[in-house]
T-cell receptor, first 112, second 111 residues
Framework: DVKVTQSSRYLVKRTGEKVFLECVQDMDHENMFWYRQDPGLGLRLIYFSYDVKMKEKGDIPEGYSVSREKKERFSLILESASTNQTSMYLC???????????FGPGTRLTVT | ELKVEQNPLFLSMQEGKNYTIYCNYSTTSDRLYWYRQDPGKSLESLFVLLSNGAVKQEGRLMASLDTKARLSTLHITAAVHDLSATYFCAGEESSGYALNFGKGTSLLVTP
């Protein structure tokens, strides 16, 4: 059974703080993704990675960076959190050519 | 770039009624996905549609794909309250890569 876990379900941070969101998958998936979900906007892709140490920008990368040092772990970093980054963050993983993306439970981040 | 549009964005329907959610997409998509999301929860995969004419059914939900019209539909038959949730469709420009999501349809089924 595929499992994608995220380090926190709820997180409250202050403006200007550096924030780390961690995602771990246990199925040896090459591809991992970070999405952001906001009401009325659906899910938007922030960054994705096809392999260790590889990363690609998605549709809304500004204000974010990522790190993938190990295959199973994909981290999203907010270098200096701002209130407009208050959102639900969802991590997903899959194999290239696979029929499904597996989503983590999400992290609801509030920046005050 | 693949763009996905869903309609309606909000849907309130009575129990026992039928309704259809529409998902249009702008360019060729390898696959079309439907997900369900309950409040505060993550996404649950409902259907993956792989080819033109594909139809899949699970309980009161049936999804179909018309690649020529670039249209997928999610049909709800005899709605029940348990189907209240947000439904997303998503396309995929290349298999195994990032999904492009619609904005979601928030469905409320009332007695």
């Amino acid at each position: 059974d595929v499992k994608v876990t995220q380090s926190s379900r709820y997180l409250v941070k202050r403006t200007g703080e550096k924030v780390f969101l961690e995602c771990v998958q246990d199925m040896d998936h090459e591809n991992m993704f970070w999405y952001r979900q906001d009401p009325g906007l659906g899910l938007r892709l922030i960054y994705f990675s096809y392999d260790v140490k590889m990363k690609e920008k998605g549709d809304i990368p500004e204000g974010y960076s990522v790190s993938r040092e190990k295959k199973e772990r994909f981290s999203l970093i907010l270098e200096s959190a701002s209130t407009n980054q208050t959102s639900m963050y969802l991590c997903a993983s899959t194999f290239p050519g696979a029929y499904e993306q597996y989503f983590g439970p999400g992290t609801r981040l509030t920046v005050t | 770039e693949l763009k996905v549009e869903q309609n309606p964005l909000f849907l309130s329907m009575q129990e026992g009624k039928n309704y259809t959610i529409y998902c249009n997409y702008s360019t060729t998509s390898d696959r079309l996905y439907w997900y369900r999301q309950d409040p505060g929860k993550s996404l649950e995969s409902l259907f993956v549609l792989l080819s033109n004419g594909a139809v899949k059914q699970e309980g009161r939900l049936m999804a179909s794909l018309d690649t020529k019209a670039r249209l997928s539909t999610l049909h709800i038959t005899a709605a029940v309250h348990d189907l209240s949730a947000t439904y997303f469709c998503a396309g995929e420009e290349s298999s195994g890569y990032a999904l492009n999501f619609g904005k979601g349809t928030s469905l409320l089924v009332t007695p």
